[in-house]
């Protein structure tokens, strides 16, 4: 027998015992069929007007503490009672009923003091609570519009019963809808948890997560939007069709998704999940979901209560290791490349080759696709050697004057991704050039001066100067600041050394020409101071006449008197 099909009066007298041990029945087999929670009432409002045989039976559910809404209801006026809202201090049976947590009946109503019952024109009128675990869940309502003393102890009793039933029915059919539900969202859980921990670039598990937020959700529609600086930025869409995501990011790219962007702002202030109602005439996504309600769930790494706010506390772990693995994974790529630079430029002995190879090398792994030298000299750099989209560009002239020199004078870094803008800016160097964004660092000596700069100009992806490119760019410049110096040193060195041998061969020369130049003296001293020597000089007596003696005894002037000045070794005097 299908639950609903059958009378619960068949064979059996109206309100007798046999036909209400039956009418128990016929309910508890229809939860152990699975019944849903809409269905199960409907079967209770039209199954238990039969019993009552009374002209309707109406179901308010309690949605607080002090309000009642009309869910379903079977009979006289069953189409205007759902959605009806009844408050707590309202004059009504069914407010009784659940204030004093008993079955209430009333004949021969008074309309003027229970006015609602009075527009379904109820003679009589009887309403049992549903009470399950001491808490009121809503109320069961009988009516009668024809016989002004229906109700009766009786009948109350197995409207007690009945409701009480119901009560328990419905709690454990709810039960077990949180249990499937938990059990879904659980599977759910450990399916993110598996999925972005086998990810690890940070794009697929944002995709991830918002794949398995709109299962979860049993939404048409998922976005994740991560703040990037002040402002938040799309980065995953999911959606029950490919079209369908196709149109949210073409909406968000022509900036028409702002009110997405407000409420994550306002998710992130409040630091928990929020929810707002949305008329598809008010947004930007009118078309392509109906009216309902808008989740903005921020990503913390701290606890949240919420499956919602439970998968973007994953997601924004998962996000974090994620980005922490492509951090490393390109830091250490760049370790490799730096290497790799080093090991190839390492080879290279001539200062304009390496220079070429360098600005060629420094270009391409920065992302620039142009990158130039400069030397200082006498307080002007002077571009020596560039690259430009893979092509050396050997160059010979000055870097402009203005901010950018000042800037690395001062031994600053300067960029900027819009050169027209910067104050004293040369604007006809830069359109001859077409330079769109520079980056330019200086040459640091290990004494701390400036030795010439480094810069890169034209991002080739487009996007604006980062840190990380400022970082990159500095680690290369030091490079090329060690090999300047380095060959500055070496050229010092090599000015000392020719500079050694000249001192050198001017000291030999006056070794050799010093011995001429006393002997010469030296006739001119014994002419000076002895006169001229005889005509015929005996061989015992060749200085002054004395024989035996040196001439220097014999001559004791020499030791008092005035020499005349010395001449210049290189003069040619004698």
């Given at each position: 027998m299908r639950v609903g099909d059958t009378s619960v009066l068949e064979g059996a007298t109206p309100r007798s015992d046999e036909a209400f041990q039956r009418l128990l029945l016929q309910f508890s087999a229809a939860a152990a069929q699975g019944i849903d929670t809409p269905s199960l009432i409907d079967l209770f409002c039209r199954a238990t007007r039969e019993f009552f045989q009374v002209d309707g039976t109406y179901f308010w559910r309690r949605v607080s503490s002090g309000e009642m809404v009309g869910m379903e209801a079977h009979g006289l006026g069953a189409e205007s009672f759902r959605g009806k809202r009844l408050k707590a201090s309202h004059s009504a049976v069914a407010i009784e009923a659940v204030r004093l947590r008993k079955t209430v009946y009333v004949n021969r109503l008074d309309a003027a003091r229970y006015p609602m019952a009075a527009e379904f024109h109820a003679r009589s009128l009887m309403a049992a609570p549903l009470v399950v675990s001491s808490e009121v869940i809503g109320a069961a309502v009988f009516l009668h519009a024809s016989d002004g003393?229906?109700?009766?102890?009786?009948?109350?009793?197995?409207?007690?019963?009945?409701a009480g039933q119901l009560g328990s029915l419905l709690e454990a059919s709810r039960l077990s809808h949180v249990s499937r539900?938990?059990?879904?969202?659980?599977?759910?859980?450990a399916e993110v948890a598996q999925a972005i921990h086998s990810v690890p670039a940070a794009s697929a598990v944002v995709e991830a997560v918002a794949d398995r937020l709109r299962v979860l959700l049993r939404t048409r529609l998922v976005c994740i939007l991560l703040r990037e600086g002040a402002a938040f930025a799309l980065r995953a869409v999911s959606a029950e069709s490919a079209q369908l995501a196709d149109a949210a990011r073409a909406r968000h790219d022509r900036k028409g998704l702002h009110f997405a962007a407000d409420l994550a702002m306002r998710a992130v202030a409040a630091g928990e999940p929020i929810s707002v109602a949305i008329d598809p005439s008010s947004h930007a996504l009118g078309d392509l979901v109906p009216a309902g309600m808008l989740i903005a769930a921020p990503f913390r790494t701290s606890l949240t209560q919420g499956l919602v706010s439970a998968v973007a506390g994953f997601g924004a772990v998962a996000i974090a290791n994620a980005e922490l693995y492509a951090t490393a994974r390109e830091q250490a790529h760049e370790l490799h490349q730096l290497l790799d630079i080093s090991s190839e430029l390492g080879?290279?002995?001539?200062?304009?080759?390496?220079m070429q190879q360098f600005v060629l090398r420094a270009s391409d792994f920065l992302g620039f696709s142009r990158a130039f030298i400069a030397l200082l000299e006498d307080g002007v750099f002077q571009l020596r050697w560039g690259a430009d989209n893979g092509v050396t560009d050997p160059m010979d002239h000055e870097f402009p004057e203005g901010t950018a020199r000042r800037a690395l004078i001062n031994k600053e870094v300067f960029w900027t991704d819009d050169p027209k803008k910067v104050p004293d800016a040369n604007l006809e160097m830069i359109a001859k050039l077409k330079v769109r964004q520079i980056l330019?660092?200086?040459l640091l000596g290990s004494d701390g001066q400036v030795l010439g700069m480094f810069g890169v100009l034209?991002?080739?992806?487009?996007?604006g100067i980062s840190q990380e490119d400022i970082r990159r760019a500095q680690a290369l410049a030091a490079q090329a600041a060690v090999v300047l110096e380095v060959t500055r040193n070496l050229d010092l060195s090599e000015q000392h050394r020719?500079?050694?041998?000249s001192l050198m061969g001017l000291a030999l020369a006056l070794k050799l020409v010093a011995p001429l130049w006393w002997s010469g003296r030296i006739q001119s001293w014994k002419r000076w101071c002895c006169g001229?020597?005889?005509?015929?000089?005996?061989?015992?007596?060749?200085?002054?006449?004395v024989s035996a003696k040196p001439w220097e005894s014999l001559c004791p002037s020499i030791r008092t008197r005035s020499f005349p000045p010395r001449q210049p070794i290189l003069s040619g005097g004698t």
């Open positions: 003393d229906f109700f009766s102890e009786d009948l109350a009793a197995k409207a007690t019963i009945l539900e938990e059990h879904r969202r659980a599977e759910i859980l080879t290279i002995g001539h200062l304009d080759e390496f330019a660092l200086p034209d991002r080739l992806d487009r996007q020719r500079r050694a041998e001229p020597p005889p005509a015929n000089p005996s061989p015992r007596s060749r200085s002054c006449g």
